[in-house]
């Protein structure tokens, strides 16, 4: 009897797809990480990720029915709740595929809100 692998551990990694639809400012500024190089967002999911993994969101900003499409890694986990923090992980945005238009489009939405010391998912 040999070991092998199952077929499944053998083939390469695809990324996560997540969807998130994020329907008011204030959770948007929770969510939105702009002390991550090139931006990233928090996103609340019990999913299973590794760090470094890559993921592909779909992502809903308040009543835009056009949804981004963007590419990223995971550089943060929260496994689980903690501190009034939700369970979840962060994503920095991709230079490409994607990110720099959902930086630009937060930052905008956004605006001087950014510069508020409330308190976020991540800190």
């Known amino acids: 009897m040999t070991d092998t692998q199952p077929p499944s551990t053998m083939s ?6 997540l969807s998130l639809a994020i329907r008011e400012k ?5 969510a ?14 019990s999913k299973p ?8 969101m779909l992502l809903t ?6 949804k981004l499409k963007i590419v990223g890694k995971v550089i943060w986990i929260t496994p689980q709740a903690v501190n009034n ?20 489009r937060i930052e905008t ?7 508020s010391s409330r308190a976020t998912h991540t800190i």
């Open 12 to 17: 390469p990694a695809k990324p996560g797809v």
């Open 49 to 56: 990720f590794k760090m470094g993994e890559e993921v592909f």
């Open 32 to 45: 939105y990480m702009p002390f991550v190089k090139g931006g990233g967002l928090f996103i609340p999911t």
């Open 26 to 30: 204030a959770a948007l500024f929770a």
């Open 61 to 66: 900003l308040l009543d835009d029915p056009h």
């Open 109 to 115: 939405i956004l605006g001087a809100a950014l510069k």
């Open 85 to 104: 923090k939700p369970q979840g992980i962060g994503i920095q945005f991709s230079d490409r595929d994607g990110g720099v238009e959902a930086k630009k």
